[in-house]
């Protein structure tokens, strides 16, 4: 019996974020999915190494990878909106959790249980972080747009990083102060010159 999980998956390259705003590079959902999992496994990292704690990084990763995957049957709905009122936000993630359902029906009935584990997480800590990485990933796509002229996203700049520091979450705030300065930085000040 064949699957479409993966087929289905793969067409996030085609959902385009950040809808109501002008982009100078478009930014696809599979493309800020895999940056949310390397920010996510950073700040459980950093979170284990530095904060005396003991989150699974790994997962963190895998969680982050599939955590708007929902998006490819509902679209990415823009943050103003999903946030409007309690009431859409609570009918938005009903629409989340029915889609992630449908998904989870694409996948060989073996594989289900593994990715109940992945959409039903119910790790606080690892939500946490997960929401984090979301975060400074759209914090990312905005000192970018920034910094190719497009003030487009001043606002959403100041108000991404206003929402970071109100997490309170301490692997995020060094996650900031240690590697976002790099973000606006030209490829040849990044290398080891030897």
Do not use: H, Q
């Given at each position: 019996m064949s699957s479409h999980f993966y087929s289905m998956i793969s067409r996030m390259k085609y959902i385009k974020r950040w809808g109501l705003m002008r982009n100078t590079r478009e930014e696809s959902l599979y493309e800020h999915s895999l940056e949310v999992a390397f920010i996510a496994h950073a700040l459980a990292l950093i979170n284990n190494r530095r904060l005396g704690g003991s989150i699974n990084a790994d997962r963190a990763a895998v969680v982050a990878m599939f955590h708007d995957t929902t998006e490819i049957l509902t679209g990415d709905l823009p943050t103003p909106i999903k946030y409007y009122s309690p009431e859409i936000s609570s009918v938005y993630k009903q629409i989340e959790s029915v889609a992630g359902e449908q998904l989870q029906e694409l996948l060989p009935e073996d594989?289900?249980?593994?990715?109940?584990?992945?959409?039903?997480?119910?790790?606080?800590?690892?939500?946490?972080?997960?929401?984090?990485?979301?975060?400074?990933?759209?914090?990312?796509?905005?000192?970018?747009?920034?910094?190719?002229?497009?003030?487009?996203?001043?606002?959403?700049?100041?108000?991404?990083?206003?929402?970071?520091?109100?997490?309170?979450?301490?692997?995020?705030?060094?996650?900031?102060?240690?590697?976002?300065?790099?973000?606006?930085?030209?490829?040849?000040?990044?290398?080891i010159k030897k």
């Open positions: 594989l289900k249980p593994d990715f109940s584990e992945i959409y039903e997480c119910n790790d606080e800590e690892i939500l946490a972080i997960v929401k984090a990485a979301d975060k400074i990933s759209a914090l990312i796509k905005c000192i970018d747009e920034i910094s190719l002229g497009n003030r487009e996203f001043s606002a959403a700049e100041k108000a991404t990083r206003k929402a970071i520091k109100n997490l309170k979450l301490r692997e995020a705030d060094i996650f900031l102060e240690e590697f976002l300065p790099s973000f606006s930085l030209p490829i040849d000040n990044m290398t």
